[in-house]
């Protein structure tokens, strides 16, 4: 598994009267296979997710993600670490499925008939085969993270950070993408409302008011969660 | 224009998708400096019979087409109304005729051409400037999400009308309006974020 630092990390963001500290004072490391961010809405944990692969910068401490400083080192750490967000829809950015996929391998497969196949062959691989020509617009919500993750995966991120990949979704596609998320070989670091979701981690993270609460045992921290939300 | 249409490939054998699609963007901008330049309602008709007829020979669903295009077909006959009382007939015909001849040439390399082709024929399009600073990989991303920003930008705009709908405020452009525009932006903010996470430009 990765290793992910964070040292004495703050991030605060402007305001029209100074600045409003976002995430206080923070030093993590984490090494599990599958690591729950939990807590209530606002609380930092989407900011702490987004700082592992650059989308929020550090406004004080470093991140380090196997020794590359995502400050520095921002691409190299990007091909290790990849992201899935919330809303499918903000995340797929091509019109077809299979050159959404394809986006993604522009790099490894710089032959563009090398990449399609690729695409494809990625796409069959989660269950999407048929979906290459189908407009990302026209997918359900299920289908449009299943081809997020897809296209997320598609590059073989050492890490996957989840967004709340689940909070749009209704029950059978929330179980279906909790169940392939914690049964991907990759490091997962999941933000997630589903508390048996974050049951099932090998730790979790209570988040509340920029700080770390609790940390350890999922199943410990879940129902400290639970008893006082 | 429905958000189902635009920037949507519909994949077939017919020569339209056969044809590089380099040769469809030179073609589509010669046939935009033909349409914009020849003057009168005659020619206005022949190009919008044209093209047409090459929508039609694209295979696209024709059912799904039209109803997609009611929104235009009506802004068409906004615009017409006014041309005719601003400057009469002819020019209303000729006006009308070359916007949706254009629509139709778009739409049908839209529907016989994968972005991702797009993409690499402009990306060698623009290859020989890469010597005065141009970066053809970026400016050919920025053309395809371009395309891709038409139906989400149209799927925002019916989200903030029924928005305003629901709150009984069908009447006021400020309600329609505003939160339309907030959601653009945050939606091209959310689309930055996508591909910074992706490493796409780095």
Request: neutral net charge.
């Amino acid at each position: 598994m990765s290793r992910i630092l964070l040292e004495q990390v703050t991030v605060s963001v402007p305001t029209h009267d100074g600045t409003r500290q976002i995430l206080g004072e923070t030093t993590l490391d984490l090494s599990e296979h599958r690591i729950a961010l939990i807590g209530p809405n606002g609380s930092g944990k989407s900011t702490l997710a987004r700082l592992l692969n650059g989308l929020v910068t550090a406004t004080t401490g470093r991140v380090l993600v196997d020794g590359l400083d995502v400050a520095r080192e921002g691409r190299d750490v990007r091909r290790r670490v990849g992201f899935m967000f919330t809303d499918p829809a903000a995340q797929l950015v091509m019109p077809t499925a299979r050159e959404d996929v394809a986006l993604s391998l522009r790099r490894t497969h710089p032959d563009k008939a090398a990449r399609l196949v690729a695409a494809d062959r990625v796409l069959a691989d989660f269950g999407l085969e048929g979906f290459g020509d189908r407009s990302v617009h026209g997918l359900s919500g299920g289908e449009g993270q299943l081809l997020a993750l897809a296209g997320v995966l598609a590059t073989d991120p050492a890490v996957l950070v989840a967004d709340e990949p689940t909070t749009l979704l209704d029950l059978g596609n929330s179980r279906r993408i909790g169940d392939l998320l914690l049964g991907l070989p990759q490091q997962l670091v999941l933000v997630t409302h589903d508390l048996d979701l974050a049951a099932r981690c090998d730790r979790a993270l209570l988040v509340r008011s920029g700080r770390i609460e609790r940390d350890g045992d999922p199943a410990e921290v879940v129902e400290h969660y639970r008893a006082a939300p | 224009m429905s958000a189902q249409l635009l920037g949507l490939h519909q994949p077939g054998t017919t020569w339209l998708h056969r044809l590089p699609a380099g040769a469809k963007l030179v073609g589509l901008m010669l046939a935009s400096i033909v349409v914009v330049g020849v003057r009168g309602p005659a020619s206005a008709l022949v190009f919008v019979v044209v093209a047409g007829l090459l929508l039609v020979r694209s295979g696209a669903r024709l059912g799904l087409t039209l109803r997609s295009m009611r929104w235009l077909l009506l802004s068409a006959a906004i615009l017409g109304t006014w041309t005719v009382w601003q400057n009469g007939w002819p020019r209303a015909v000729e006006v009308v005729g070359d916007l949706l001849a254009l629509i139709l040439l778009a739409t049908t390399l839209t529907v016989t051409t994968p972005v991702d082709e797009v993409m690499d024929a402009v990306a060698r399009g623009l290859r020989p400037l890469r010597r005065v600073g141009v970066d053809p990989d970026a400016v050919a991303l920025a053309f395809s999400l371009m395309l891709r920003a038409i139906p989400s930008t149209i799927l925002l705009a019916e989200e903030s009308r029924d928005a305003a709908l629901a709150r009984g405020l069908e009447r006021s452009p400020r309600a329609r309006l505003i939160p339309f525009v907030i959601r653009v932006v945050a939606r091209a903010r959310d689309t930055g974020d996508a591909l910074h996470a992706r490493g796409v430009g780095d």
